[in-house]
């Protein structure tokens, strides 16, 4: 088992950064690959970055140059740096863990309980 607990969310004004941070316990943690996944009202949940093992990141389009997923394995800790946040980013944030990860949240095994944030126009 794998227990995951997201933070750093908030309100934001449009323009501003936020850095969400997940704590990872349980399993060794090195070993999984991370996602962070978002989740808008009346929205589908949707993959957002993920982050190897080994640290190689993939991002979604709507994401790309403006967030930076990392990792501290020491730490047992994923980030999601979000720079430049525009108000469509507002959702509730969960980071995942899973022996497969990739941008499809059926591969993931274990989930956080999500974080909230909002970004003002």
């Known amino acids: 088992q794998v227990q995951l607990v997201e933070s750093g969310g908030g309100l934001v004004q449009a323009g501003g950064s936020l850095r969400l941070s997940c704590a990872a316990s349980?399993?060794?943690?090195?070993?999984?690959?991370m996602g962070w996944f978002r989740q808008a009202p009346g929205k589908e949940r949707e993959f957002v970055a993920r982050?190897?093992?080994?640290?190689?990141?993939y991002y979604a389009d709507s994401v790309k140059g403006r967030f930076t997923i990392s990792r501290d394995n020491a730490k047992n800790t994923v980030y999601l740096q979000m720079n430049s946040l525009k108000p469509e980013d507002t959702a509730v944030y969960y980071c995942?863990?899973?022996?497969?990860?990739?941008?499809?949240?059926?591969?993931?095994?274990?989930w956080g309980q999500g974080t909230q944030v909002t970004v003002s126009s």
């Open positions: 982050i190897s093992w080994i640290g190689s990141t």
């Open positions: 349980g399993r060794t943690f090195s070993n999984y690959p």
């Open positions: 995942a863990a899973g022996t497969r990860g990739g941008v499809d949240l059926n591969k993931y095994d274990y």
